[in-house]
C-alpha cells in the first residue's frame, strides 16, 4: 500500500511541476484590453494593478469586438454581478453575447485570451460561475485567486482544456504575473 501511495504522489508532484512551467512559460502580447466577463468591479482592480505595473492597455466594461482593434490580448476578469449587469444596464443574456462576440472574434484574429478571477469566493455562485466558465473554458490562460478555487472549479477547467493556470494568493500579485506573461521586466 505504501508503495501505491509513493507512485501516486510522485506522480501528481510531476503533474504539478508540468503544470506550472506550462504556466510560467506562457506569453502575450502588449497592448491588451480588459473587460468584465459578467459585469462585476473586479476588472477595476485589475485596471488600477495593470497602471501601476506600466502596462499598456484599455479598459472598456462594454467592450465589443470593434473595441479589441490595435490590442493583442483580450483579458476577461470573471465574475457575476447582478449590480453590475443593472448598472450596465445589460442583462445575463446580453452580457454572454457580448462576451461571446470578444471570443469569437479574439479567436478569429488569433489574440491571446487571458481570463482572471480575483473576487475570490465572493465570485462564485450560479450567476458567476456562468461567467467564470464561459471566460475560462476559451481561455489561453488563466489567472486565478486561490480562494475562489477551493473546489477546483478552475482547475478542472485547465485540466480538461490543458490550459495553464497561475494561482495567487492576494489579488496585489496579479501585477507580477502580468509582468511575467507580458515580458516586462520587475
Known amino acids: ?9 510522485g506522480i501528481l508532484v510531476i503533474f504539478l511541476i508540468t503544470n506550472f512551467a506550462q504556466a510560467g ?3 502575450a502580447e502588449q497592448p491588451f484590453l480588459i473587460t468584465p466577463c459578467g459585469q462585476s468591479p473586479d476588472a ?30 483580450l483579458i476577461f476578469v470573471s465574475g457575476g454581478s447582478t449590480k453590475g449587469l443593472g448598472a450596465a444596464n445589460i442583462d445575463k443574456e446580453q452580457e454572454q453575447n457580448r462576451v461571446e462576440s470578444l471570443i469569437k472574434t479574439a479567436q478569429k484574429e488569433k489574440m491571446s485570451i ?26 489561453d490562460c488563466l489567472i486565478i485567486l486561490k480562494s ?11 485540466e480538461k482544456k490543458k490550459i495553464p493556470i497561475y494561482f495567487i494568493d492576494k489579488i496585489m500579485e496579479a501585477g507580477g504575473v502580468l509582468k511575467n506573461i507580458f515580458g516586462v521586466k520587475k
Open 148 to 158: 475562489g478555487d477551493e473546489d477546483k472549479f478552475f482547475t478542472k477547467i485547465a
Open 44 to 73: 477595476l482592480m485589475i485596471k488600477i494593478i495593470s497602471q501601476k505595473s506600466g502596462l499598456k492597455f484599455t479598459y472598456d466594461k462594454l467592450a465589443y469586438p470593434d473595441t479589441l482593434k490595435g490590442n493583442k490580448t
Open 1 to 9: 500500500m505504501k508503495q501505491v501511495k509513493i507512485i501516486l504522489t
Open 25 to 27: 512559460d506562457f506569453k
Open 114 to 139: 487571458i481570463n482572471m478571477h480575483v473576487g475570490g469566493k465572493s465570485r462564485r455562485g450560479k450567476l458567476s460561475d456562468f461567467f467564470n466558465s464561459l471566460a475560462a473554458e476559451n481561455a
